[in-house]
């Protein structure tokens, strides 16, 4: 069976964040994962996760402005500087919380335009390089254009294609169930085909983003499959609950049993 993180930007918003890592316990949940912790010290994350006996399975860079619309800086030209003390920011939250991998979001950016490609390639580089001397993996995502138009990484074949020619051992992919499904369909065989190069998982059901189970895809059957495929490493929930948290959580006891 997978081993499934909450993830702490979208569950558990009944409570304020540092609360929701007590309540994921609580529900059952041996991991978490977020967008940013950016917002409190590394610290305070980590007394959080030990707190609860949580495993931290992934998080993001620091994206740029989010609050203005920005969605990541690797790919946008100018801002290179800005983009490697993201890196270091992370590599601190990283080293507190002891999370394996990091996902860099590339920004919004014109996908045909070389010059993003080029600075897209170089930053990639450069994250891979500083997360390998401390043993960690870099995970990139391609993001479907209904929920992020304009977001260079768009394109799961782009991205597989990206991590073949980048050579970096510890570059991976995010293969996020949602948005594979709205971008290309064909979910399992792309798992099938993607599994050598995926570092991390994500699922909610398409077309609504609510708990597995309730929308057009077999997301069990999906699930099945990753046991069936060998994979050992976690699924984050990234789902906006239709209602209470918890009592959601009912998609999850069906599946266990």
């Known amino acids: 069976m997978p081993r499934f993180a909450?993830?702490?930007?979208?569950?558990?918003?009944?409570?304020?964040?540092?609360?929701r890592?007590?309540?994921?316990?609580?529900?059952?949940?041996?991991?978490?994962?977020?967008?940013?912790p950016y917002e409190f010290d590394p610290d305070v994350i980590r007394s959080?996760?030990?707190?609860?006996?949580?495993?931290?399975?992934?998080?993001?860079?620091?994206?740029?402005?989010?609050?203005?619309?920005?969605?990541?800086?690797?790919?946008?030209?100018?801002?290179?500087?800005?983009?490697?003390q993201s890196v270091e920011t992370a590599l601190r939250y990283a080293s507190a919380t002891g999370v394996g991998r990091l996902h860099v979001m590339s920004g919004l950016a014109d996908r045909s335009d070389a010059k993003a490609r080029n600075t897209y390639r170089a930053a990639l580089a450069l994250a891979c390089d500083k997360a390998g001397e401390a043993g960690l993996d870099v995970l990139i995502e391609p993001i479907n254009p209904r929920d992020m138009p304009g977001y260079f990484l768009n394109d799961?074949?782009?991205?597989?294609?990206?991590?073949?020619?980048?050579?970096?051992?510890?570059?991976?992919?995010?293969?996020?169930?949602?948005?594979?499904?709205?971008?290309?369909?064909?979910v399992i065989r792309g798992l099938r085909e993607m599994m050598p190069i995926i570092g991390h998982i994500q699922i909610a059901s398409v077309p609504s983003r609510h708990e597995p189970g309730t929308g057009e895809l077999d997301d069990f059957r999906v699930l099945r499959e990753l046991d069936a495929l060998g994979y050992g490493g976690y699924v984050g929930c990234e789902y906006r609950p239709a209602g209470e948290t918890v009592a959601g959580l009912g998609w999850l006891k069906a599946f266990a049993g």
């Open 6 to 19: 909450a993830n702490l930007t979208m569950m558990f918003n009944e409570t304020g964040f540092l609360d």
């Open 21 to 36: 890592f007590a309540a994921a316990a609580a529900a059952g949940f041996k991991a978490v994962e977020f967008l940013f």
């Open 48 to 84: 959080q996760l030990e707190a609860a006996g949580l495993t931290q399975a992934l998080f993001n860079l620091p994206p740029g402005d989010w609050a203005a619309g920005e969605r990541g800086l690797a790919a946008l030209p100018g801002r290179e500087a800005e983009f490697r």
């Open 156 to 186: 799961f074949n782009f991205a597989a294609d990206l991590i073949a020619s980048m050579e970096k051992p510890n570059l991976k992919l995010q293969f996020d169930i949602y948005h594979r499904q709205i971008i290309h369909g064909d």
